[in-house]
């Protein structure tokens, strides 16, 4: 699997945007951006993934370079209940299943 | 509700006890996943089963013991742990090899303190 780096913690103002940068400069082709979030002592949630096109949801954006070495998780509106660990991760098939690797993430904090 | 839920959500033991913990899922999915997460640590993937086959185990130690009867439930059973695998164990479950990628979802996790 390609090693995802993000920075330890970020902090944002509510009602702004939040940008959470992700690398992955040894990404393979095949291999899909996912990124999960984790509010304090609950499981991990999906967000949003994608393989090279940049994707939207209701939750966020998904903006991922050209090269696909890095990428860039947008939340457009921040709210206090955004302050999760958010991890990137990207995933290849093990066995016959798809066995994500967690990092440490990126701890944002939104603050009023 | 995220599909996936896990009993009990806290349990307490000492380290002669044995215990089970349980994850069911309603999403119809056919692979089925235990993680650890520790303390300021990242989690840890414990057990994959795809099919109700196990397909990875994460060199665990045998005092965990996981158990997948059928492709809703999962199992990990526990006897003589240690003070250290006190931790937040998490369940998840995806769409199995053959619906391609998929994004896991997990339960709400069970808060396990060893004494």
């Known amino acids: 699997d390609a090693k995802t780096t993000q920075p330890p913690s970020m902090d944002c103002a509510e009602g702004r945007a939040a940008n959470l940068p992700c690398n992955h400069s040894?990404?393979?082709?095949?291999?899909?951006v996912y990124w999960y979030r984790q509010i304090h002592s609950q499981g991990p949630q999906y967000i949003i993934h994608g393989l090279k096109n940049n994707e939207t949801n209701e939750m966020a954006s998904l903006i991922i370079t050209e090269d696909r070495k890095s990428s860039t998780l947008i939340l457009p509106h921040a709210t206090l209940r955004d302050t999760a660990v958010y991890y990137c991760?990207?995933?290849?098939?093990?066995?016959?299943?798809?066995?994500?690797?967690f990092g440490r993430g990126t701890s944002l904090i939104v603050h009023p | 509700e995220t599909g996936v839920t896990q009993t009990p959500r806290h349990l307490v033991m000492g380290m002669t006890n044995k215990k089970s913990l349980k994850c069911e899922q309603h999403?119809?999915?056919?692979?089925m996943y235990w993680y650890k997460q520790s303390a300021k640590k990242p989690l840890e993937l414990m057990f994959v089963?795809?099919?109700?086959?196990?397909?990875e185990n994460n060199s665990v130690p045998s005092r965990f013991s996981p158990e997948c009867p059928n492709s809703s439930h999962l199992f990990l059973h526990l006897h003589t742990l240690q003070p250290e695998d006190s931790a937040l164990y998490l369940c998840?479950?995806?769409?199995?090899?053959?619906?391609?990628?998929?994004?896991?979802?997990f339960g709400p996790g069970t808060r396990l303190t060893v004494l």
């Open positions: 999403l119809g999915h056919n692979a």
């Open positions: 040894t990404i393979s082709g095949n291999e899909y």
């Open positions: 998840a479950s995806s769409q199995g090899p053959a619906a391609g990628v998929n994004e896991q979802f």
């Open positions: 089963y795809s099919l109700e086959e196990r397909v």
């Open positions: 991760i990207v995933r290849v098939a093990s066995g016959g299943s798809y066995i994500p690797t």
